[in-house]
């Protein structure tokens, strides 16, 4: 292939990608899967790596970059970042839109609503169309530049779309960390013995400011932009609305949830819309930015300090508040872990009644120093268990009582034991009921074996009554045993044993999140499932092939073994099978004998179609791919086959015919090309 056909299909690559990557990420609307735009990227990566004279700093393949020299050097924005005033109740907002009314001289005020993201604010510099810098906000006037890890974010173009942008537009965005993102990112964090973030907020900041861009890389954050800083060549738009159609219209990712609404009332309606479906954004959102639509009305309205006249925050209730301990409870999870949990006086934080917050373990409990009758702020982020960010020292009662941690589990009296990290466990193991309460417990929960039913309250009782002590004793209890428990009836007796028989049918992720192994969660047990196929396999494992599974450090790779080489363990898991407790096998890449190869398809095959010649080569292990590159090891051509095996020649790649296809699935070996 000659210089300018591969620098040609270079460029068509990283076009296709940059084009992809904008209908995943601005867009969220993909039109290939992501098996496609890897091999697409893959292809990329080959060619510039036989070429390194084709490679280009704005190429897909170099978000992630050498390390910057100086970490986080000072940036001295164009235009100074500014930040907001907030109103917080109705009336401050009423008050905001009468001051904006009568400096203006009319009624009816346009206003922009966008959601406020609870992320780190930064300002991305493009020159001619070309990412050249990103910083963070600082103190508004210098910030620091964060240049190496933005580049990382898939969200944020390297390159603005379209023929004419700006010579120099400085776009302002919130970066943030999708809900989903920080749930991955803290069982990760857990998963390898690190501490997890305690909000998406911390996490995005933490993950912008790491000093390897690799690390950056490896977390999914996000970015949305909201307005401009310096603007040069050509006419900026007009209004906020305006400016947020051209960024999108550049490529830049902008919510969509933005909204142009009149006046106080249009304000408060999208407020109060947005804050019923709060919960249900893929991100976290402390409030919603109004800001006057028309430019020449923002001047006309001016700015403070640091705060525009034209714009406002309108928070959302606190995430955080003050409340007072009452006491401290020590629980006992499913592995004996003592977890310290406090009680509070009830109080409202986000709107949702907290009246317990976790303290996670004795040292964070002695670390944070809080005493029975102290004065806490206590805040709750999400999904997460709300948790004490601090106790109020200077309003500490004379006789608030420090908590003696106990050295016997408070359920069963077993000696309380500390392993190597901060934990505190009790060493009662199955004998200790309230580990047997949590282990079924687990078991029956809905992403678990989800047995409709058996609920907190009923397995507390079979615990207690003695009936069951594992959860291979589940699928022995009969209807009898359970009518003579509490609130249970003959047909609702029966219709948790239906639900328990039910539950035998399952699948492998589900049973092995079931089982409660510690470190394994939804995700790693689903990467188990994926990696190994089978129990026996996985069981057989040890850390070193446990640690190839993705996602699965040290720490995880030696709680599984552990696990697994626990006398009772395998007992109960060999109990759960007898009682016939089955899923499917699941579909793994056999190590057939096209493993590990490529294989690209192409022209009209005469005795079967694409799909079953694509199954049929999955089946003997090969990865199917769409496009030739460097990385394919044969192409299979029918009848006219077209440009696929030109370009295989170029690349040096064996071309096959369909007779060879045949042969393989008869011989089960690949021929000569
Ligand atoms: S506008 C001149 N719009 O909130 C206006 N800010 O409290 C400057 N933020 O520093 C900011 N979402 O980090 C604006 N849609 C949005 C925002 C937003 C989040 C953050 C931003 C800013 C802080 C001010």
Known sequence: MTRDAVAARAAELRALLDHHSYRYYVLDDPEISDAEYDRLFAELVAIEHERPDLARADSPTQRVGARPSAAFAPVVHGQAMLSLGNVFTDQELADFDRRVRERLGHDDVHYVAEPKLDGLAVSLRYENGVLVRAATRGDGTTGED????????????????????PRVLEARGEVYLPREGFLRLNENQIAQGGKPF????????????????????????????YGIGEWLGGQAPASQEALLAMLAELGLPVNPERRTVVGYEGCL??????GRRRADLPYEIDGVVYKVNEVVEQRLLGELSRTPRWAVAHKFPAEEAVTRVLGIDVQVGRTGALTPVAVLASVAVGGVMVSHATLHNPEELSRKDVRIGDFVSVRRAGDVIPEIVGVLRERRPPDATPFIFPDHCPVCGSPVVRDEGVVARCAGGLVCQAQRRETIRHFASRRAMDIEGLGDKLVEQLVLRGKVATVADLYRLTPGDLMDLERMGERSAAKVVGAIAASRHTVFPRFLYALGIPEVGEATAAALARHFGDLEDLMAADEERLVEVPDVGPVVAHAISTFFSERHNREVIAALRAAGVSWPRLERPAAGPLSGKTVVLTGTLEGMTRDEARAALEGLGAKV????????????????????????EEWGVPVVGEEDLRAWLGEGRPGQG
């Open 146 to 165: 964060v240049t190496a890890n933005v580049r990382t974010i898939r969200a944020c173009p390297l390159r603005l779309r379209g023929h004419a942008p």
């Open 198 to 225: 305690a909000n998406p907020r911390n996490a995005a900041a933490g993950s912008l400011r790491q000093l390897d861009p690799a690390v950056s890389a490896q977390r999914p954050l996000r970015v949305f932009c």
């Open 269 to 274: 309606q999208y407020y109060e819309d947005l």
């Open 625 to 648: 791919a769409s496009s030739v590159s460097a990385r394919t090891d044969y192409v299979v051509a029918g009848r006219d086959p077209g440009s696929k095996v030109r370009r295989a």
